[in-house]
Nanobody, 129 residues
């Protein structure tokens, strides 16, 4: 069992930066890949990024590639999402999740079809224009 708690959301101007954190409890966190998702008002949840168990492999949605960086610190049981050059369309509730597997899958449909086993409740990011 893994519990995930996000933090770091807030209000930022377009072009600004935020770093989100995902604190995990449960000794198995370091064995699992970790992903970030987001859900904007009135829209479906979408995949943002994923990192494998060791941090050596990453996969990003095209919409955030080059602006967002996913990372993790297994010693602290924490994952991160560094968000730079934020745009108003990045406004959403951001959630971290894991599918309980160590490696990542480089197929967008996998992440958008209910593969995740554990979810955090999310943190709101609002980007003003």
């Amino acid at each position: 069992q893994v519990q995930l708690v996000e933090s770091g959301g807030g209000l930022v101007q377009a072009g600004g930066s935020l770093r989100l954190s995902c604190a995990a409890s449960g000794h198995t966190f370091s064995s699992y890949a970790m992903a970030w998702f987001r859900q904007a008002p009135g829209k479906e949840r979408e995949f943002v990024a994923v990192i494998n168990w060791s941090g050596s492999d990453r996969y990003y949605a095209d919409s955030v590639k080059g602006r967002f960086t996913i990372s993790r610190n297994n010693a602290e049981n924490t994952g991160y999402l560094q968000m730079n050059s934020l745009k108003p369309e990045d406004t959403a509730v951001y959630s971290c999740a894991t599918d309980g597997r160590a490696s990542i899958t480089r197929t967008l449909t996998y992440y958008n079809t209910g593969a995740m086993a554990y979810w955090g409740k999310g943190t709101l990011v609002t980007v003003s224009s």
